[in-house]
């Protein structure tokens, strides 16, 4: 038992010397409860067109069936909160795309934790994830004590927040578990659901994707915004971060120190004509490491035509 202390510890270590802020560990069993809400949140048709939320559902719910003999879910949160804030001519752009690609940035990182824990540990079998696998990430962080899920489907730490990338590692190796928080301290709030524009923050902790201007200006793929809802974007560009922006827990959010978070200076700066006036291959090679490529050059001009100038 020993031994799994100093190991326990030693994840917890190398995790806060690899720049992550948060290391929760939760045993690897299937999710059943949240099985049950993410069937039914897709079969009400809440996510809209993404159609890739609806495969891989056996993946989704067993980290067995990602990582054979699996023993431990480690999630690890990693701030993203900038100490910047946009002039007030910009488009708005989400906070999480100002700098670099967090995927390439964090995906690089877990590769160097999963290394540093195999000299120490042994031989560890695991895979890590970043928001782009069949793991749901929210759910391993509350199994793991690091937060709970608010009312606008982040998840929120009681310390710090909820601007915060999730990792997931799901290994073959027991570790000492950290017991989930007793409850949620949403409470009687409701300012994420009084403040989102397009009513996408239903009750019951419920969103509906389809509605959210997230999903609008990021993962709908339509040549054309419906035309009924450009009053409701309120300038938004790529993403949004007004349910976060009024959450009271995020006055506790702090500057990141990830220095391949730091913003891009056009997307603090540029104006709405500025950003109209951009050619595809200043685009290209502006934001070639930036998120806001999954949008790609027609999907942003496409949500500018929403943009008050």
């Known amino acids: 038992m020993l031994r799994q202390d100093q190991h326990t510890q030693f994840v917890k270590t190398v995790a806060q010397s690899h720049g992550f802020d948060y290391c929760g560990i939760a045993k690897a069993q299937p999710l059943d409860a949240d099985a049950k809400r993410l069937e039914a949140w897709l079969n009400k048709g809440l996510h809209g067109k993404m159609q890739y939320m609806e495969n891989h559902f056996d993946l ?29 001519h910009a488009p708005l752009i989400a906070k999480y795309a100002w700098g670099k690609d967090y995927h390439e940035v964090i995906r690089a990182q877990l590769k160097l934790f999963l290394t540093e824990l195999k000299t120490k540990i042994g031989d560890i079998n695991g895979r890590g994830f970043v928001d782009s696998a069949p793991v749901l ?141 951009m050619s595809e291959d200043i685009f290209q090679q502006t934001f070639k490491d930036s998120p806001l490529k999954r949008a790609k050059f027609k999907g942003i001009k496409r949500n500018l035509q929403f943009i008050h100038p």
């Open 60 to 88: 989704r719910i067993n980290p067995e069936k990602l990582v054979p003999g699996a023993k431990s879910v480690i999630t690890l949160l990693k701030n993203y909160y900038p100490a910047a804030q946009q002039s007030p």
């Open 137 to 277: 990430e929210r759910a391993w962080a509350v199994h793991a004590g690091l937060g709970w899920v608010g009312k606008n489907g982040n998840l929120i730490h009681k310390q710090a927040g909820s601007f915060f990338f999730i990792a997931t590692l799901i290994v073959d190796v027991a570790f000492n578990y950290d017991d989930p928080l007793a409850k949620d301290y949403c409470g009687t709030c409701t300012k994420c659901i009084d403040a989102c524009p397009t009513d996408a923050i239903l009750p019951n902790k419920t969103i509906n994707g389809s509605q959210c201007i997230s999903y609008y200006t990021i993962e709908l793929k339509d040549a054309l915004l419906p035309s009924d809802k450009q009053e409701q974007f309120k300038n938004w560009m790529f993403g949004c971060d007004i349910c976060q922006d009024v959450c009271p827990w995020n006055r506790f959010s702090q500057p990141h120190q990830e220095t391949a978070f730091n913003p891009i200076p056009a997307i603090l700066n540029l104006s709405t004509s500025e950003w109209e006036a």
